[in-house]
């Protein structure tokens, strides 16, 4: 085997490419200096074809390429193989083709393996912190069978990527739309805590009195999150996928609880389209569009987006590393009003659990394993991507109960949830992992070469090499 510094030494002396930013791992772009280079007419004259420089790579490693295109009048791809860059022909084409492709060294197995072929792991209500006891209390008394249900609590949501392996999240949302509405839960209060902030060194009132998309499970009483707002919670995931860069796709599952408006004709306070505006805008002021994995990115040159994961389209591994896949949880009138937003899912950020065979339809939410086992292994087979729940209500937790759990792992669902993953003090030793404790693994309804396949490697982390292009276009070709 090469060694990596060897590799590195000899792929930056090659591309003649300047220190890494340590911020962002991407080299300075203003310092590097175009390679030449001379396009060639494909047969079917449908496209331009360029042949890429190689570059050296480690034993089971290969260079993962994207395209960052300098004009976006250009419709350029990769071939399969992705060792071709595709021009493909239109009359916006110049004499001179100028891009910018980055590339990445990740597993071999990326190339052959598709987000929705492998399983992962993850959290339900991640952001949630038991009641204090004081409060607990009160819940008992008024709903003793809701505080059997939430006396859980999860690490930071860093810590359950890091040293827990999670890979899927679930936040619920409320929209203050006037700020400070959550910032003096009545709860504490009521429970005669007097100085009651310094029994919640989480609580961030600074940011509760800001408007915006804030994370709690319920106002007033189950109030406790390790992060208290969508852009808190997006910042210090976005932090640790860029330290950690060739993390699994990791699924952000949303659920829209109430807005608080005065709107008096939205007497349910249900997410209407302006509420998932700023939903999304929130997002974007947080995630940049490259990381993140939109329906329109899977749906590709297909009809619709059910259509294209029918037909397989799915990103490979090696287009998903280090993103994110945003989800919305509900599926009623909130789902209804953000496809009104969002037609067929045309420019979302999210996707939606709709009924299969919808256009928009490609991931499904099905809770329950145990009854509905059957019909996830079938929606698998047809392409969907599913999230389905290991454990619900802490019962399989008190009960050391893994018979879900089975059940979920067998079902082929590619995101699996629950509120157990490690061992929790005053229940049973149960906890949802993959027998080898390692993060993911191949999904069992497709035939997979267990040997062959590298989920995430030992060094979590791969610099990205920027080079431009500037590709001249055969004569012919422009009088076409």
């Known amino acids: 085997m090469i060694p990596w510094a060897i590799v590195a030494c000899l792929s930056f002396l090659c591309l003649k490419a300047s220190t890494a930013n340590s911020e962002d791992n991407i080299i300075d772009k203003a310092k590097k200096k175009f390679i030449?280079?001379?396009l060639i007419v494909e047969k079917q004259n449908k496209h331009l074809t360029y042949l890429l420089p190689a570059m050296a790579s480690p034993e089971n490693r290969i260079w993962w390429h994207r395209i960052r295109p300098a004009n976006k009048k250009i419709s350029a791809s990769l071939s399969e193989d992705r060792k071709y860059l595709l021009i493909h022909l239109n009359e916006e084409l110049t004499d001179t083709v100028e891009l910018e492709i980055q590339s990445q060294l990740v597993p071999k197995s990326d190339l052959t393996l598709?987000?929705?072929?492998?399983?992962?792991?993850?959290?339900?209500?991640s952001y949630h912190i038991a009641p204090e006891p004081g409060v607990m209390k009160i819940i008992k008394t008024v709903m003793p069978g809701e505080a059997a249900n939430i006396s859980y609590t999860h690490r930071q949501l860093s810590e359950q990527l890091n040293f827990l392996g999670m890979r899927k999240l679930e936040l619920d949302v409320f929209h203050d739309t006037k700020g400070g509405t959550f910032a003096a839960p009545l709860g504490a209060t009521m429970a005669g805590l007097k100085n009651w902030k310094s029994f919640h060194p989480e609580f961030d009132t600074e940011s509760m009195m800001s408007p915006g998309m804030k994370i709690i499970h319920f106002p007033n009483f189950d109030f406790r999150s390790n992060t208290p707002t969508l852009k808190t919670a997006l910042s210090e995931l976005s932090k640790w996928s860029g330290e950690n860069n060739l993390h699994l796709p990791i699924m952000i599952l949303i659920e829209t609880k109430k807005t608080v408006a005065a709107r008096k004709e939205n007497k349910s306070s249900i997410f209407?389209?302006?509420?998932?505006?700023q939903l999304e805008k929130?997002?974007?002021?947080?995630?940049?569009p490259e990381q993140i994995i939109t329906p329109n990115k899977v749906q590709g040159g297909h009809k619709t987006l059910n259509q294209a994961i029918r037909k397989g389209a799915w990103p490979f591994l090696g287009e998903c590393r280090g993103k994110f896949i945003l989800a919305l949880d509900n599926q009623g009138t909130e789902r209804i009003n953000y496809l009104k937003l969002h037609p067929g899912l045309q420019g979302a950020l999210l996707f939606v659990s709709s009924p299969p065979g919808q256009p928009e339809s490609a991931f499904l939410k099905i809770n329950d394993p145990k009854a509905n086992h059957s019909e996830i292994q079938k929606r698998i087979k047809e392409g969907y991507l599913i999230r389905t729940r290991a454990d619900s209500d802490l019962t399989?937790?008190?009960?050391?109960d893994y018979r879900q759990m089975n059940l979920a792992f067998s079902s082929?669902?590619?995101y699996i949830s629950t509120d157990f993953p490690e061992k929790t003090a005053g229940y049973s030793d149960y906890t949802v992992q993959w027998p080898n404790g390692k993060v993911g693994r191949l999904n069992p309804l497709f035939k997979l070469e267990q040997h062959q396949a590298t989920m995430e490697p030992e060094k979590m982390s791969s610099q990205i090499i920027s080079r431009r292009f500037?590709?001249?276009?055969?004569?012919?070709?422009l009088n076409q």
Do not use: C, W, Y
């Open 114 to 125: 598709k987000m929705n072929q492998i399983q992962l792991i993850g959290t339900h209500n």
């Open 36 to 38: 030449q280079g001379n």
């Open 412 to 414: 082929g669902a590619q």
């Open 272 to 277: 209407e389209m302006v509420d998932f505006r």
């Open 282 to 288: 929130e997002i974007a002021e947080v995630l940049k």
């Open 396 to 400: 399989e937790g008190r009960t050391n």
């Open 470 to 477: 500037s590709l001249k276009v055969p004569t012919e070709a």
